[in-house]
Structures are given as structure tokens and as C-alpha cells.
């Protein structure tokens, strides 16, 4: 592991050479006129970095086993990838936003406060993973015979546990190292997870079929665990953090209810959602081997959804600085350059793809060939979650975190009204769900920001003229 870790390092020497060259040219020399530049590429180049290898890595993975398990196969590991996220996303992701948004604001005005939420998110993230693994570890039966029908996959559902453990605490460890701009050090571990994954699923699976490649999932979430522990240990010297008391972590329990529980029960909704929907999939006439056609195409959607995360990743710790000074007006402008910026970059990624979308269902094998509509809707799909994160994203920096739950609950009831609708259509009929109450909930969430912006910069006039 020393040795690898030597090897990404030099290649990041090598990666920092071509930054500098970039940040050096005309163009950018312009550019940082208006914003400041310097910062915000630094952290585009390098989560763009991380984030790439990635994303290609997991592709080509899920791709990979899709083919290796066929469709029947593939279908009851995407059924168990499914409810693995819905006890995922209960654990320590909330806390990495907790984290990344009040360490990004506090790192320089008040280092002991941002101590106290570094500790006190890493403390929650392990307490409800931990907590989370063993609820899976109870519901593993039921879960398996009576929802998902199909009693022989309890033991990749027991293994999965252990996923559940390190994924969780990893995920509030990205929370901190994004909050501190850490951008290196992110995508350093994302170049690490992709290469893990790739090599240790698609053997899994090859080699054990489900089980092997849950398997190795499982060894990659522990390996990550420990690689991202080691950069945390290391920024929190690097930045000179001061020891924190009971009192300082008591202090900060309000963000608890005010953030982090609102932001717990908004991926709880929404994990119920899609985990309800893909069980019903799963019980119609071939429905494993529906799944397995809408995981196979899910994965050119989370493909394309790399650029909307690394600027995700990046401007939200940047984002959280300026509405902590109180500077509206460049919100509002950063909002509206950040959507254009998504959807046109998703645009010409999908131009791409289009042409070829009939070629990359069949390549996969017979079980895939002639869905090609399900991989369009899915495509589209894309560009109408870009827009919608990206106003969640505002959201989240305004602190609106009970309105941006509502709005979810409103959302995932449409999404499985519609999906009713549809349901018989299978993979096709589940892609036509998503993409219609996602388009709802993107424009509600787009009018929300925009109204919210322009009376917070209102009453800001309203005070500097009085």
C-alpha cells in the first residue's frame, strides 16, 4: 500500500506541473479578473481528476460484472446495491455535509468551533453506521424473504454490513477534507478507490459470482476507510487544530436538529423511495432481469453525473464562505453560472452518447439487446438532476434544510405515484418515473432559490439604505 501510495503521489507531482501550466495562460490570466480563479480551478483540476478515474473505473466494473453475471444475476446484485443504500445513506454521508459546510465556514474565523464539528461529525458518522450495520445485519431475513422474495441472497445481504460500517464513516472523513478544500487529497483517494474497485469486484464476481463481488465491495470500503483516516490525521496537523472539550462538542449539538437531521431524514425518504420502487420491479415477470437492464443503464447516468459532483464538491465549501459574509448578489450570480455551467457540459457529454446508445445496451449481451429507450430517458434524465442539485446545493448553504426535506417528501410521492403509472413497463416504466418527478421537483426547487435569493438581497438593500 506505502509503494502505491508513492506511486499516485508522484503522478499528482506530475498533475500539479500541468495545473500550473493551465492557471499560466492567456485565457485564465483573464478569467481571473472575475473570479478568483486560481482557487476554484485548483479544486475543479483536482477533483476532476479523482472523480474521472473514478467514475470510469466504477463504469467499466458495473459494466464488466453486468456481462460476467448476465441479467438475471446482475438484477439481483443491483436489488441488493439498492438496499444496501437505503441504510448507507441513513449513516455517515449526512454528517460529511455537516461537516463540509460549517468547517468551510469556521476553518479560519473560529478554528476551535471547526474542531468541534470535525470531531463531533466523525463521532456520529461511526455511532450511526455502526448503528445502521447491525439493523441490516437484524432485517437480513425478512429482507430477503419477504421483500425481495428470494431467501438464498441473505448472506450477501450479512456481508454487506460491512460495507455499510467503513462507507459510512468514510463518507463524513470526505466531509472534513472537502470543508478544508483538500481537493488532492480527495481525488487521491478516489484514483485509490477506483482502481480497488475495479480490480476486486470484477474478479469477485468472476470468480464467486454476487457474493464475490459484494465481497469486494466490502475490501474496498475498508481499504478507502483507512487511506482516508491517514489525510484527516494529516490535515488536522497541517491546520494547527486545537484540542476541544466536552463543553465545545455539547456546544455545537443545535446543528444536529437545524442540518443533520433534516438532511438524515431527506436521504431516508428518498432511499425508501427508490428501494420501494425497485422491489416492485423485481416481483413483475422477469423483474430481476428488468433491474438489471435499469442498473446497467443507471451507470451512463452516474457516469455523466461526474461533472455536476466535482463542482458539487468544490463550490460548496467556496459557496458556504460567501453566504456566511452575507454576500447574496454573488450567490445568486455563482447559481445561475453554475447551472449553465452543468448543463452545458451534460449537454455535449449526451450529444455523445446518443448516436451510440443502441451500440452500448447491445454490447452488453443478449439480455440487454433492444433497450435503448431506457437508456435515452435515462440520459435525459441527467440534465434535469443537474439543474436540481445544483439548487439543493443553494439550499443547503442558505441552511434550509426542513424546506429542502418537504420538498423531497413531495417528490418521492410523486415519483411513486408516476411509477404506478408505468410500473408494467419495467425497466423502461421505472426510467419515465424517475425523469417526470424529477423534472417537478427541479422546477419547484429552481423557483424556491431564486424567490429566496432575491429577498434575502432585498432586505440587504433595505438595510444599507437605512
Known amino acids: 500500500m506505502i509503494g502505491l501510495v508513492i506511486h499516485i503521489d508522484n503522478d499528482s507531482n506530475r498533475m500539479e506541473y500541468l495545473r500550473h501550466c493551465i492557471l499560466s495562460s492567456p485565457l485564465f490570466k ?4 472575475f473570479v478568483p480563479v486560481e482557487r476554484f480551478f485548483s ?11 473514478s467514475s470510469l473505473a466504477s463504469l467499466s466494473s458495473s459494466l464488466l460484472l453486468a456481462r460476467i453475471l448476465g441479467a438475471l444475476y446482475y438484477g439481483q446484485f443491483s436489488v441488493i446495491q439498492s438496499t444496501l443504500s437505503v441504510f448507507m445513506v441513513l449513516a455517515g454521508p449526512s454528517m460529511g455535509f455537516l461537516a463540509t459546510k460549517y468547517i468551510a465556514e469556521h476553518r479560519y474565523l473560529n478554528p ?32 430477503a424473504d419477504h421483500l425481495m422474495r428470494t431467501p438464498e441472497l441473505r448472506p450477501e445481504l450479512y456481508l454487506s454490513a460491512t460495507i455499510l460500517l467503513f462507507t459510512g464513516v468514510n463518507g463524513a472523513q470526505l466531509g472534513v477534507l472537502l470543508g478544508f478544500e ?8 478516489n484514483i485509490f478507490k477506483g482502481f480497488f474497485t475495479f480490480l476486486l469486484v470484477a474478479l469477485g464476481g468472476y470468480y464467486a459470482g454476487i457474493r464475490g463481488a459484494i465481497s469486494g465491495l466490502s475490501a474496498v470500503s475498508m481499504l478507502v476507510c483507512a487511506f482516508s483516516n491517514h489525510y484527516v490525521t494529516n490535515i488536522r496537523t497541517k491546520h494547527n487544530l486545537p484540542r476541544i472539550s466536552k463543553a465545545d462538542l455539547l456546544s455545537e449539538m443545535e446543528l444536529l436538529f437545524s442540518f443533520a437531521l ?3 431524514l431527506f436521504s431516508m425518504v428518498t432511499s425508501i423511495a427508490n428501494l420501494w420502487t425497485y422491489i416492485m420491479v423485481s416481483r413483475i415477470p422477469q423483474g430481476y432481469v428488468q433491474m438489471g437492464i435499469f442498473n446497467a443503464a443507471n451507470q451512463f447516468f452516474l457516469m455523466l453525473n461526474f461533472l455536476p459532483m466535482i463542482i458539487w464538491q468544490v463550490s460548496l465549501p467556496m459557496l458556504s464562505g460567501v453566504a456566511g459574509k452575507k454576500d447574496f448578489v454573488k450567490l445568486r450570480r455563482s447559481y445561475h453560472k453554475l447551472i449553465i455551467i452543468n448543463l452545458a457540459a451534460i449537454s455535449l457529454l449526451i450529444c455523445l452518447l446518443v448516436p451510440v446508445s443502441g451500440m452500448l445496451m447491445n454490447g452488453l449481451g443478449k439480455d440487454f439487446t433492444g433497450q435503448t429507450q431506457t437508456l435515452l430517458a435515462t440520459l435525459v434524465l441527467t440534465l434535469v438532476y443537474a439543474s436540481a442539485n445544483v439548487a439543493w446545493q443553494i439550499m443547503i448553504v442558505l441552511g434550509r434544510m426542513w424546506t429542502a426535506l418537504l420538498l423531497v417528501v413531495l417528490h418521492s410521492l410523486i415519483y411513486m405515484i408516476v411509477f404506478i403509472v408505468f410500473k408494467s413497463q419495467g425497466a423502461y416504466g421505472l426510467a419515465i418515473a424517475r425523469l417526470i418527478s424529477y423534472g417537478i421537483y427541479a422546477a419547484v426547487n429552481m423557483l424556491y432559490v431564486e424567490v429566496k435569493l432575491a429577498i434575502k438581497i432585498d432586505c440587504l438593500e433595505k438595510n444599507n439604505v437605512s
Open 30 to 33: 483573464w478569467l481571473g479578473k
Open 262 to 264: 433534516p438532511n438524515w
Open 112 to 143: 476551535r468551533r471547526a474542531a468541534a464539528i470535525l470531531m463531533l461529525s466523525n463521532i456520529l458518522a461511526f455511532a450511526l453506521s455502526a448503528v445502521m450495520a447491525v439493523a441490516l445485519l437484524l432485517l437480513s431475513p425478512y429482507i
Open 43 to 53: 479544486g475543479v483540476f483536482w477533483t476532476s481528476i479523482g472523480n474521472v478515474v
Open 182 to 189: 483538500a481537493f488532492r487529497e480527495v481525488a487521491t483517494i
